[in-house]
């Protein structure tokens, strides 16, 4: 069935330092994938998400670009802030399980300092 | 735009009780999902509804069930609660056009004593 790896947290970064999340997945087919962010005490938004191969998702400064050749969805962005303080999920849809439903990894915590 | 809203926020149930859920999704979206996340389990798919039919099922025990009204709302129902049925249980909505973006709420944490 469809799995997500994430590395496992917390990621404790200074402010303006690079960020790396590395996520890898098993799916059959051609599955959508997602980055999901979860600020404390609130429920998941939409990051950022990629629908094909080599397709790069971006948004506010994060991107990640759908690998299939490592089966990789690596969210990176080039200096983080205090705010982006959070939960991270890597998701995907398709596969085994439809488009509908989604299999989450984990989930990584990003703790940023000043 | 109002988001999803669920409710209650948090509840305090004794084992044996049962529980119900509530999520008015998005307007105009048509799919609703359920997940339960917990710190040693993550985030794991219960069920999905669209246009008031189930249309997906996770890999969890018949206590959990849920329905979906004709006006898109839902409900999930626990029965016979179990200690490790305390969970943040998170709705989701989306168009039901299977993109796999998902609206979340807030969710609701249920803690079982």
């Known amino acids: 069935g469809n799995s997500v790896t994430q590395m496992e947290g917390p990621v404790t970064l200074s402010e303006e330092a690079f960020l790396t999340i590395n996520c890898t997945y098993t799916a059959t087919g051609y599955p959508s994938l997602f980055w999901y962010v979860q600020y404390p005490g609130e429920g998941l938004q939409l990051l950022l998400k990629?629908?094909?191969?080599?397709d790069k998702g971006s948004n506010k400064g994060f991107e990640a670009t759908y690998r299939k050749e490592t089966t990789s969805f690596h969210l990176e962005k080039g200096s983080v802030q205090v705010s982006d303080s959070a939960v991270y999920f890597c998701a995907l849809s398709g596969g085994n399980s439809g488009y509908s439903t989604l299999t989450f990894g984990k989930g990584t915590m990003l703790l940023v300092s000043p | 735009k109002a988001g999803v809203t669920q409710t209650p926020r948090y509840l305090i149930k004794t084992r044996g009780q049962q529980v119900t859920l509530s999520c008015s999704p998005i307007s105009g979206h048509r799919s609703v999902s359920w997940y339960q996340q917990t710190p040693g389990q993550g985030l794991q798919f219960l069920f999905e509804?669209?246009?008031?039919?189930?249309?997906n099922k996770g890999n969890f025990p018949g206590r959990f069930s849920g329905r979906q009204f004709s006006n898109s709302r839902s409900e999930m129902n626990v029965s016979t609660l179990e200690l490790g049925d305390s969970a943040l249980y998170l709705c989701?909505?989306?168009?039901?056009?299977?993109?796999?973006?998902?609206?979340f709420g807030e969710g609701s944490r249920l803690t079982v004593l």
């Open positions: 989701a909505s989306s168009s039901g056009e299977d993109t796999g973006e998902l609206f």
């Open positions: 509804y669209f246009s008031e039919t189930q249309r």
């Open positions: 990629a629908t094909k191969a080599d």
